[in-house]
């Protein structure tokens, strides 16, 4: 028969200490997820932004035969080719295994906090690599459409895993005015 008053045996801690580390260990890999995907999340939303403000770029520049230009956070003024042509396709998707695309057709843009248009006080972010491809679909002069092909990823950062970003590509139709 067992005292009233007897405590608890050390099995019980034991059992009860092993709940504690299991479930402590399951709150940590939910943390770790957590910081990778706000953190993946965060590049894809950076490498999206770029591709768009190309996209942009090129849309309100006269399509096959004019330029822009577009400012990164150090002050650096890439130029933006509309002509036909650009960084190489792999099927729909810019082909970032292209040792060196066309001049003006790809931007190594650096993100920075704050973006001043200098690096004085400024964070760099992470510097990403931006390609285009502008091909004609139809028509030829003032009547032309043309296919957009914008590609973004950071440069130096690994890919396809839980932690890092694939590529982002944006594909879009347009028309001179």
Not at 51 to 80: H, V
Not at 90 to 98: K, L, Y
Not at 147 to 164: I, M, P
Request: proline share 3%; aromatic share 6%.
């Amino acid at each position: 028969m067992r005292n009233s008053e007897a405590g608890i045996t050390m099995i019980e801690t034991l059992m009860a200490g092993a709940i504690l580390v299991i479930g402590s260990l399951s709150m940590l890999t939910l943390i770790v997820d957590a910081i990778a995907t706000n953190n993946r999340n965060r590049i894809d939303s950076t490498q999206t932004m770029l591709a768009t403000s190309i996209l942009e770029q090129i849309n309100s520049t006269l399509i096959g035969s004019g330029t822009s230009n577009l400012k990164d956070c150090t002050g650096t003024s890439w130029t933006i080719n509309t002509a036909l042509g650009g960084a190489s396709l792999s099927g729909a998707n810019i082909d970032f295994t292209q040792a060196s695309p066309p001049a003006n057709y790809y931007m190594s843009y650096v993100v920075s906090t704050p973006c001043t248009g200098t690096m004085t006080g400024a964070t760099a972010q992470g510097t990403y690599d931006v390609r285009w491809h502008v091909d004609l679909i139809a028509g030829s002069g003032s009547t032309s459409t043309y296919l957009l092909t914008v590609g973004a990823r950071l440069q130096k950062h690994g890919e396809g895993n839980k932690f890092f970003s694939l590529p982002v590509t944006l594909r879009a139709l347009s028309a001179n005015p």
